[in-house]
Nanobody, 119 residues
Framework: QVQLAESGGGLVQAGESLRLSCAAS????????MGWYRQAPGKQRELVAA???????DYADSVKGRFTISRDNAKNTVYLQMNSLKPEDTMVYYC?????????????WGQGTQVTVSS
């Protein structure tokens, strides 16, 4: 069973930075995508950024130029460096790992970490 352990959330002021980390453990298929989603109360979860095991990245338009996703495949860990944070970035951030095997998609989620940006 895949488990995702997140860390790095917290309270910062607008313009400051935070770095989120997510370490995966368990039966991980080597070809996968790891990423971060976020969710505000009463709203749908949205993709923030994702990175494949080959290093291909994808970002939400709202974070392009401010956030950077990276990963360490040897440690099965994904990072999200968040710079120039804005109050509208305040949400719960969830780590995700997904892969496709034999035609089936498998998704795993972390427990979520709160990011709060004060103005």
């Amino acid at each position: 069973q895949v488990q995702l352990a997140e860390s790095g959330g917290g309270l910062v002021q607008a313009g400051e930075s935070l770095r989120l980390s997510c370490a995966a453990s368990g039966g991980i298929f080597s070809i996968n995508t790891m990423g971060w989603y976020r969710q505000a109360p009463g709203k749908q979860r949205e993709l923030v950024a994702a990175i494949t095991s080959f290093g291909r990245t994808d970002y939400a338009d709202s974070v392009k130029g401010r956030f950077t996703i990276s990963r360490d495949n040897a440690k099965n860990t994904v990072y999200l460096q968040m710079n120039s944070l804005k109050p509208e970035d305040t949400m719960v951030y969830y780590c995700n790992l997904n892969y496709i095997r034999l035609g089936n998609r498998y998704d795993y989620w972390g427990q979520g970490t709160q990011v709060t940006v004060s103005s």
